[in-house]
């Protein structure tokens, strides 16, 4: 997958910063990663002396920050007071991106971020069956160790973007967005109104669409729409069937198509990695090697 744009990179005054205000060159880690539902950054600093952090207010919609660990202080300027507010592991804040923000940050951070636009805020909470969310609730500095977990989920992914798995990441940002409006968008969570589960046709057309795609390059929304259902509700009605999620699916798959080359083929570990939908050799040892408890050479002497 590729990276997301660095969201607006301006100059203030003689220094470069990112749309959310902080000193390029001061980020020890700027990772970013595009998703089909918001774009996804991690943005880390080792230094103590930080410049102040300013935004102009935009239409750019919402940010979300998830402290991946604690110390972190930081003092928000608003027009009538400001506040210093101390961020423990696992803390979160949530931003609206229509105000002017301004902050001072006193010492190191490391935060993961998801920016969701008006659009996406709005089609996340259409699949919620919740239309009328159009905001969410500004926080700072509150503990949320369920976001935390599944922001935590995405880090590999930050880190080596070319081997992230679409199908894996559409399905971890229809969650995140999933909890981020039933926690924070302000309305009572809707009762399900279907039963729980896929008709046998929706399952197995499921199925078949995930198998043309072996490589993971598709994502959750082009498999419910054809099953005719929101992203939330097919992930959860697909795993009430499979017992896993879609990803866990395709992933067992991709590891028994790769035990049968290896098995019953001459081909080359670097040809059955692309034949699997792996990046490269690299990335298909690494997911074999967890999933099946030895590397892709030694089964194959084994079996």
């Known amino acids: 997958m590729a990276p ?67 110390g972190h202080t930081r003092r928000i300027f608003r027009p009538h007071h400001a506040s210093s507010h101390d961020f423990t592991e696992n803390a979160i804040y949530i931003r609206d991106l229509a105000q002017d923000y301004k902050a001072d940050l006193s010492t190191p951070f490391d935060f993961m971020m998801f920016q969701l636009s008006p659009a996406s805020l709005a089609t996340i909470a259409d699949d919620c069956d919740m239309p009328g969310v159009r905001m969410l609730s500004t926080e700072t500095a509150t503990k949320d160790i369920v976001l935390a977990n599944l922001a935590r989920a995405l880090i590999p992914a930050l880190a080596r973007p070319a081997e992230a798995n679409a199908l894996f990441v559409d399905q971890m940002t229809t969650a995140i967005g999933t909890y981020l409006i039933q926690r924070y968008g302000g309305l009572a969570v809707p009762s399900a109104n279907r039963p729980a589960g896929l008709s046998r046709a929706q399952e197995e057309m499921a199925k078949d669409i995930l198998l043309e795609r072996l490589d993971g390059e598709v994502l959750i929304s082009e498999v419910a729409q054809a099953c005719n259902l929101s992203r ?9 069937a ?21 098995r019953s083929s001459k081909a080359s570990l670097a040809e059955i990695a692309i034949s699997c939908g792996f990046a490269d050799q690299s990335h298909f040892t690494r997911v074999f090697s967890t999933a099946v408890g030895a590397a892709p050479g030694l089964w194959r002497r084994n079996a």
Not at 50 to 63: I, K, R, Y
Not at 232 to 240: L, Q, S, T, V
Request: with cysteine.
């Open 4 to 70: 997301a744009s660095d969201h607006q990179a301006r100059t203030a005054g003689s220094r470069t910063v990112d749309g959310f205000g902080c000193a390029l060159k001061q980020l020890s880690v700027n990772q970013s990663l595009a998703s089909s539902s918001f774009d996804i950054y991690r943005k880390a600093t080792q230094s103590s002396l930080l410049d102040q952090v300013q935004t102009p207010a935009s239409d750019q919609g919402f940010v979300i920050g998830v402290a991946l660990q604690g």
């Open 232 to 240: 939330g509700y097919f992930i959860r009605a697909f795993k009430e």
């Open 242 to 262: 499979t017992g896993m999620t879609p990803y866990q699916w395709l992933l067992s798959k991709r590891i028994d198509r790769a035990k049968e080359l290896l």
